[in-house]
């Protein structure tokens, strides 16, 4: 059982015994009010979304999923395709279903698929994941800009703010949670 | 939870921050106000039934300093100003960390009106420049600004009246939603004359007791202070505690001791206006930092 105070982006909550995921959350309390919890929820089966304000006392119930520990294959078309490696099991996700995860894909990254009512319906990535830089530009030493971040783009296509100081080729450790850069991978 | 903002990427952002702190000193400096300190740990914080002091070895840590400082005002300090920090227990997201830095300030002989001019003022010297840029928003920081009364608000932006608004408990909730997201985007927005039942310590307005003057500022959509003309009757200062006391029994939280050194000292405080304005939030809109994250050194998430 959650409270509204555990509510956060990425938790996933059971609403008419579906499962929700909350793709946005937000704390709010206006002057000398109550706190309210908002939250954008993304129904992990139909897609649908919708938005709900909740007061502090509420309480939730985890959406009730199963997970399965399951390794990355490849991708497509539009599907991706994960291994049991205990069964051997090969199973196939959906891009629309996979959300951010798609950023974090490398081949053979570990990750819990989610099962609900026996069908896979999204994956959980793990809260941490390296991935090596392929693309950014070089830091000019005495860059007088003040800029104190700039664009990269990793492995996996996916583009985000990294310090000035990281080079084309390194190992970096992204926090999943919030597609933010985290540390430099040493050596 | 908003993510970990690395801190060797906040170096700018922090000195940002420091020019700002500068600037509000001088500003205050100038006009002649007293910067003052009082304790962060203290007896009996003010009764309010949303507002949710953390204990600390007996007593508690400063939801706000403004028992005190206006202990002060009743001693003959006629001009103080104070940052400090403030803690409120469960308060965390995006605008919001249970730890944060209030500046208040506090005038004698002034009512809220006098205070938002000078809020004015205070905000464009800050800021050090006439526009701002935040969120996307091209704000506006020529004067004079956005005043809007409460009633206007609920009106405009949430098809209701405040009143309808308060008698279905949805006050909040249409503050929030459908208000707030509404103020302060070309220029920043004074929302004033708060419903009695919302009157905190702010004294009702001469000649219409249903409302209390009390302003919030917004800009970009984004609450920045609080201030009253203040409420200098013990009388009616202890009944509107008591009630906030009964509503967080009510609620199962935490009691508080009755502020009574505050409460006796009050009946001796010259009329004066007040304000509270979170100094972080501040920052965020110069420096158009989308979380409070990226604005302080540390988040309790990086301890």
């Known amino acids: 059982m959650y409270t509204a105070a555990d509510l956060r982006k990425g938790l996933k909550i059971a609403i008419d015994n579906e499962p929700y995921i909350i793709t946005a959350f937000d704390f709010a309390k206006p002057g000398k009010g109550q706190a309210l919890y908002r939250t954008k929820l993304k129904n992990m089966i139909t897609g649908s979304t919708l938005d709900r304000t909740y007061r502090s006392g509420e309480t939730f119930e985890p959406a009730n999923l199963e997970d399965r520990k399951m390794q990355y294959l490849y991708k497509e078309d539009d599907h991706y395709c994960f291994m049991d490696n205990d069964t051997f099991e090969?199973?196939?996700?959906?891009?629309?279903?996979?959300?951010?995860?798609?950023?974090?894909?490398?081949?053979?990254?570990?990750?819990?698929?989610?099962?609900?009512?026996?069908?896979?319906?999204?994956?959980?990535?793990?809260?941490?994941?390296?991935?090596?830089?392929?693309?950014?530009?070089?830091?000019?030493?005495?860059?007088?800009?003040?800029?104190?971040?700039?664009?990269?783009?990793?492995?996996?296509?996916?583009?985000?703010?990294?310090?000035?100081?990281?080079?084309?080729?390194?190992?970096?450790?992204?926090?999943?949670?919030?597609?933010?850069?985290?540390?430099?991978?040493?050596? | 939870m908003p993510g970990s903002w690395p801190l060797?990427?906040?170096?700018?952002?922090?000195?940002?921050?420091?020019?700002?702190?500068?600037?509000?000193?001088?500003?205050?400096?100038?006009?002649?106000?007293?910067?003052?300190?009082?304790?962060?740990?203290?007896?009996?914080?003010?009764?309010?039934?949303?507002?949710?002091?953390?204990?600390?070895?007996?007593?508690?840590?400063?939801?706000?300093?403004?028992?005190?400082?206006?202990?002060?005002?009743?001693?003959?300090?006629?001009?103080?100003?104070?940052?400090?920090?403030?803690?409120?227990?469960?308060?965390?997201?995006?605008?919001?960390?249970?730890?944060?830095?209030?500046?208040?300030?506090?005038?004698?002989?002034?009512?809220?009106?006098?205070?938002?001019?000078?809020?004015?003022?205070?905000?464009?010297?800050?800021?050090?420049?006439?526009r701002i840029s935040y969120r996307g928003l091209d704000i506006d920081l020529s004067l004079p600004w956005e005043r809007i009364t409460v009633a206007q608000a609920f009106e405009r932006y949430a098809g209701t009246t405040v009143w309808a608004a308060l008698e279905e408990g949805v006050f909040d909730e249409l503050m929030v939603e459908r208000i707030e997201p509404q103020l302060g985007l070309s220029r920043p927005t004074f929302i004033y004359d708060y419903p009695a039942s919302c009157s905190a310590l702010a004294r009702l307005k001469q000649g219409d007791p249903t409302v209390a003057e009390r302003f919030e500022l917004y800009i970009g959509g984004l609450e920045i202070a609080n201030a009253f003309s203040e409420l200098t009757d013990p009388v009616e200062q202890r009944r509107r505690f008591e009630s906030e006391a009964s509503e967080r029994a009510s609620l199962g939280k935490l009691p508080y001791p009755m502020p009574e050194k505050f409460l006796s000292a009050l009946a001796r405080m010259p009329d004066a206006a007040g304000i509270a304005l979170g100094l972080d939030r501040l920052v965020m809109v110069l420096l158009d930092a989308g979380s409070i994250d990226e604005v302080v050194a540390f988040t309790p998430e990086d301890l």
């Open chain 2, 8 to 130: 060797a990427r906040r170096s700018n952002a922090l000195a940002e921050r420091g020019a700002i702190f500068n600037r509000v000193r001088s500003f205050f400096q100038e006009k002649g106000y007293l910067e003052v300190e009082t304790p962060f740990r203290i007896p009996a914080p003010a009764p309010e039934a949303q507002i949710d002091a953390i204990p600390a070895a007996g007593w508690f840590l400063q939801t706000s300093p403004e028992l005190c400082m206006k202990r002060m005002l009743a001693a003959g300090y006629r001009r103080i100003f104070q940052i400090c920090r403030c803690w409120r227990e469960g308060e965390r997201g995006v605008r919001h960390l249970s730890e944060f830095t209030m500046l208040e300030w506090y005038r004698a002989g002034v009512d809220y009106l006098s205070l938002m001019e000078e809020t004015e003022a205070l905000i464009v010297a800050a800021a050090s420049a006439p």
């Open chain 1, 90 to 187: 090969q199973i196939h996700i959906n891009e629309a279903a996979m959300g951010d995860a798609v950023n974090y894909l490398i081949d053979n990254l570990a990750v819990d698929v989610l099962i609900f009512r026996d069908k896979a319906i999204g994956v959980d990535v793990p809260n941490f994941v390296n991935l090596r830089v392929t693309q950014t530009d070089p830091w000019v030493k005495g860059d007088t800009s003040g800029s104190d971040s700039k664009p990269a783009t990793v492995e996996t296509g996916y583009v985000l703010r990294v310090p000035p100081f990281i080079e084309e080729g390194e190992l970096i450790t992204i926090d999943t949670r919030t597609g933010e850069y985290s540390t430099r991978v040493k050596g």
